[in-house]
């Protein structure tokens, strides 16, 4: 079973790193589908929870966020891995003439220096998040009382058959602990749950917030770096 079980996790990165590279302009569409068109209203309930003026988001993708910080009036810069979704940003960012700065670089290793930005955000992403490497150099970068916000998981409320479908994919790619939501609360993700526990460790003070929009619940995880480490 272990192999079984190791094989399916290697098989399901796969397919998103995929999503990522490859077939990143179906990017959209898909994110569209897996949330019944409500993807980009989860990602700006982080906007609240942002504080500035300057603010990185790692993982940007498409670009929507990077748009949507500017538009709320910070001075936004983006990092992904991707070529791909860099250059769909691009085109998004040189269509709306906007002035956002993006690169291309590994979120363990950043060329900014220390302190250079309030918030750091990541909506939805991989496990790369949670590494010891990402979690001290987003503590580096960020000035006293800077917050790390980020989107792992957002669900749809309701018990239609297509919502339980749908959360039924979500267990089986692995983003779900529990077999079943229990009267409309959400077992924490994987990915969450290890968010938490090294965010701790890596000295973040951690809180775990809960945004109800219609027919959907976004949970939003906000760290806060201490002033000094010990």
């Given at each position: 079973?272990?192999?079984?079980?190791?094989?399916?996790?290697?098989?399901?990165?796969?397919?998103?790193?995929?999503?990522?590279?490859?077939?990143?302009?179906?990017?959209?569409?898909?994110?569209?589908?897996?949330?019944?068109?409500?993807?980009?209203?989860?990602?700006?309930?982080?906007l609240p929870?942002?504080?500035?003026?300057?603010?990185?988001?790692?993982?940007?993708?498409?670009?929507?966020?990077?748009?949507?910080?500017?538009?709320?009036?910070?001075?936004?810069?983006?990092?992904?891995?991707?070529?791909?979704?860099?250059?769909?940003?691009?085109?998004?960012?040189?269509?709306?003439?906007?002035?956002?700065?993006?690169?291309?670089?590994?979120?363990?290793?950043?060329?900014?220096?220390?302190?250079?930005?309030?918030?750091?955000?990541?909506?939805?992403?991989?496990?790369?998040?949670?590494?010891?490497?990402?979690?001290?150099?987003?503590?580096?970068?960020?000035?006293?009382?800077?917050?790390?916000?980020?989107?792992?998981?957002?669900?749809?409320?309701?018990?239609?058959?297509?919502?339980?479908?749908?959360?039924?994919?979500?267990?089986?790619?692995?983003?779900?602990?529990?077999?079943?939501?229990?009267?409309?609360?959400d077992s924490?993700?994987?990915?969450?749950?290890?968010?938490?526990?090294?965010?701790?460790?890596?000295?973040?003070?951690?809180?775990?917030?809960?945004?109800?929009?219609?027919?959907?619940?976004?949970?939003?995880?906000?760290?806060?770096?201490?002033?000094?480490?010990?």
């Amino acid at each position: 079973m272990n192999i079984l079980n190791d094989l399916w996790v290697r098989f399901i990165r796969f397919g998103f790193n995929l999503l990522y590279h490859q077939l990143a302009p179906t990017y959209d569409m898909v994110s569209w589908i897996v949330s019944f068109g409500k993807w980009r209203q989860w990602q700006l309930a982080s906007l609240p929870f942002v504080k500035g003026p300057d603010v990185l988001e790692l993982a940007h993708g498409p670009g929507h966020m990077l748009l949507a910080l500017r538009r709320a009036g910070y001075n936004v810069t983006g990092s992904d891995l991707s070529p791909q979704m860099g250059r769909l940003a691009m085109r998004k960012i040189r269509a709306t003439e906007a002035p956002v700065a993006i690169l291309q670089a590994p979120a363990q290793k950043l060329p900014f220096a220390a302190g250079s930005f309030d918030s750091v955000l990541a909506t939805f992403p991989t496990e790369f998040i949670a590494e010891q490497a990402c979690l001290d150099e987003v503590h580096r970068l960020l000035r006293a009382d800077g917050r790390f916000v980020i989107i792992p998981q957002a669900r749809l409320i309701g018990g239609s058959l297509a919502v339980r479908l749908l959360e039924g994919l979500y267990r089986i790619t692995g983003q779900r602990n529990s077999p079943e939501p229990d009267h409309g609360r959400d077992s924490a993700s994987p990915l969450l749950g290890a968010i938490q526990r090294r965010f701790i460790e890596a000295e973040f003070d951690v809180s775990v917030e809960r945004v109800f929009q219609p027919g959907s619940e976004v949970t939003i995880l906000v760290a806060t770096k201490q002033d000094a480490r010990s």
